[in-house]
């Protein structure tokens, strides 16, 4: 398969519920069919560890990126910035949002 090669799956949420829960399965999906497609939530707030259940699913977490469900510029700022970095230099292929 030559593309998507990478995906990166993006949601403001910090609960494993919800739109959450059906990403971290499309991921799992994709993975088995050969595309590195990782997981990109709020890091920001305090929600349910996502990170165990990302791990029981065998997707990674992109934890670089803040995605806050509170309008925080700076963290707006910050990750705008970083997707655009990650955009233009072709780590990702696709970014679903």
């Keep these: ?13 910090s609960s494993r519920t919800g739109p959450v829960e ?3 399965s499309l991921a799992h999906e994709a993975r088995a069919r ?7 939530g709020d890091t920001a707030g305090r929600g349910e560890n996502l990170g165990e259940h990302l791990a029981e ?13 509170k309008l925080r510029p700076l963290d707006v700022l910050r ?8 955009a233009q230099s072709g780590r990702f292929d ?3 949002a």
């Design 22 to 24: 059906g990403l971290i």
């Design 94 to 96: 696709v970014l679903h």
């Design 34 to 40: 050969g595309i590195d497609a990782r997981f990109g």
């Design 79 to 86: 990750d705008a910035r970083l997707l655009s970095r990650w």
């Design 57 to 69: 699913a065998g997707v990674p977490w992109e934890m670089d990126l803040r995605l806050s469900r």
């Design 1 to 13: 398969m030559s593309w998507p090669r990478a995906a990166l799956l993006l949601v403001s949420s």
